[in-house]
């Protein structure tokens, strides 16, 4: 389904989890990154970044703006179920956790590296790490041996947009590991340097005002001009495809 330029090939935590699964235990090398409301817009403004979304193998949609515009353009034959790009890394560390799983992680805050490597040794004792890389690191052919001799079998690029895409593209033919999907924030939440909302706000789908609240001066172009925006363009879309 396409959403302004961009176009998402899943629609549900299940479908996801499944080819991820899949291509792991095919050693079938498959690329994921999320689209949200943001990505939407920097693709649209960005022709040369909308290639590279294209060449990604799955585009998965993030956040309540890509929800509802999916909704609101293709109706029941949209996003089956709200998801968010959080949601779905616990989702994968919990479900890796059951069968045992090798990660490798570039990107993320320095700060986050202790934290997440002390929870993964007490909450996913059945997860080990390749590697450990964050996002201030230069990356070099060194790395590189490292991610390809590693063994590992998924690795998290957390670099943010437009960087991760940019990093995938460049590198993703030279990376010997199955399955890579671009993060974004998700390694800084996984480990907890980076608070989720209280459950009770994301039950309202409110994430997106908590993060707000905790990150005004990054986030009020984003989501201020940037929300309104996006839901214009979504509306110029409706009325074209009627």
Do not use: H
Not at 59 to 80: E, M, Q, V
Not at 154 to 178: A, D
């Amino acid at each position: 389904m396409r959403i302004i330029n961009s176009e998402l090939n899943i629609r549900c935590y299940d479908e996801i989890l499944k080819i991820i699964f899949d291509s792991v235990l095919l050693k079938n090398k498959t690329t994921f990154t999320y689209i949200n409301s943001y990505v939407c817009l920097y693709a649209n403004k960005k022709k040369e970044f909308q290639k590279i979304l294209n060449e990604i193998t799955y585009r998965y949609p993030d956040g309540i703006g890509i929800y509802w515009a999916s909704r609101f353009l293709y109706k029941t034959a949209g996003i089956k179920e709200y998801m968010t790009g959080t949601d779905l890394y616990f989702r994968i560390f919990n479900e890796f956790n059951k069968k045992g799983g090798k990660f490798f992680i570039y990107g993320g805050d320095k700060n986050s590296k202790p934290l997440l490597l002390k929870k993964i040794q007490k909450e996913f004792p059945n997860l080990s790490l390749g590697g450990y890389f964050d996002r201030d690191t230069v990356f070099n052919e060194d790395i590189l041996n490292q991610m390809n001799n590693s063994g590992s079998d998924i690795l998290f690029i957390g670099l943010g947009t437009p960087f991760q895409e940019e990093f995938l593209y460049k590198f993703c033919n030279n990376i010997n590991i199955p399955v890579i999907i671009c993060v974004g924030s998700g390694i800084d939440f996984l480990a907890g340097y980076l608070k989720r909302a209280p459950v009770f706000l994301r039950n309202l789908r409110l994430e997106w005002l908590y993060r707000f609240i905790n990150e005004p001066r990054r986030l009020f172009k984003r989501y201020f001009f940037g929300i309104p925006l996006f839901i214009f363009k979504v509306i110029v879309q409706k009325f074209k495809l009627l």
